[in-house]
């Protein structure tokens, strides 16, 4: 009874927030009601779970945004093919400080919450980037009407 209630009061509070902010920040409230609601954390391991996962979102983020930049930048008609080069290497060493973040932070998590929670979790995020995939693939081809 107590996980219920303080689901509905934390999906009452994401509610109102939500109407009150940005876009971003409803993916991330949207993101964090689902992860909460599939890992059905106690208090006690949402309050030590979500500083971890936070951490380990924004180091994650970081590297995905220093891949976009390089990949952005080899996209281009006037790049020098040693640049190119440079750049695919480059990625691959941030693909590689991906894995070794998730390692490293599979262990943190570890501490928190228990296994299955944790594969709950890796497949929340994947449920998470499906249905925003979905929705932005279903704004951007609307339903013609015939």
Do not use: C
Not at 19 to 40: H, M, S, V
Not at 64 to 84: F, H, S, V, W, Y
């Amino acid at each position: 009874m107590k996980k219920v209630l303080i689901v509905l009061l934390f999906t009452i509070v994401v509610g109102t927030v939500s109407a009150q902010e940005g876009g971003k920040q409803k993916l991330e409230n949207a993101k964090i009601g689902l992860i909460t609601n599939r890992l059905n954390l106690t208090v006690e391991q949402s309050q030590e779970f979500w500083p971890v996962y936070n951490e380990f979102d924004g180091k994650k983020k970081e590297i995905r945004k220093q891949m976009r930049k390089l990949i952005a930048e080899t996209n281009t008609l006037t790049t020098p093919d040693e640049k190119i080069l440079s750049n695919i290497r480059e990625t691959l060493n941030l693909q590689q400080k991906e894995v070794d973040l998730e390692r490293e932070y599979m262990n943190k998590f570890l501490k928190v919450i228990n296994v299955r929670q944790l594969a709950e979790l890796y497949k929340a995020e994947q449920m998470f980037t499906q249905m925003l995939l979905h929705r932005l693939n279903k704004k951007a081809t609307p339903e013609r009407s015939n």
